[in-house]
């Protein structure tokens, strides 16, 4: 059995090319883009995708813990629509915070 923390960013290959395909943009800011789909399993899943030129892969692996973290707490997976977040490269960078309150304001309004 697969813990619920795993469970919420595990997809197989088929399952991300399509839910990629199918997401539709609800947030775009200079740091991330934020879409969702409606969900395909028992629980609402998330993909996190941060390219190379986002930066160094200790930061990328930072966004990526962070993005599921916050996901996981605030029990995000209980919504009804996965969720697919794209951090694009930006000069500033992309705190705690600031990620935080984005993801809780768009579950309250798209939850």
């Known amino acids: 059995m ?7 960013s595990l997809w197989n ?4 090319l399509k839910a990629l395909a199918q997401a539709r943009p609800i947030l775009r800011r200079p740091q991330f883009d934020i879409r969702t789909l409606p969900k395909q399993d028992a629980i609402a899943r ?12 200790p930061y990328r692996n930072l966004l990526k ?4 973290s916050i996901f996981y707490q605030e029990k995000l997976f209980e ?5 697919v977040i794209y951090f ?6 992309l705190d ?7 993801l809780l304001e768009l579950f309250k309004k798209h939850g």
């Not at 290959?13 to 991300?16: F, H, I, L, P, T």
């Not at 996190?48 to 986002?54: A, M, R, S, W």
């Not at 919504?79 to 969720?83: C, G, H, P, Q, T």
């Not at 694009?88 to 960078?93: D, G, L, T, V």
């Open 88 to 93: 694009r490269p930006s000069k500033s960078i």
């Open 46 to 57: 998330i993909i996190v995708i941060t390219p190379k030129k986002v930066g160094s892969s």
């Open 13 to 16: 290959k088929d399952e991300r």
């Open 65 to 68: 813990r962070r993005a599921r």
């Open 96 to 102: 705690y915070k600031t990620l935080h309150d984005t």
């Open 2 to 8: 697969v813990s619920l923390g795993r469970q919420i």
């Open 79 to 83: 919504s009804a629509n996965d969720w």
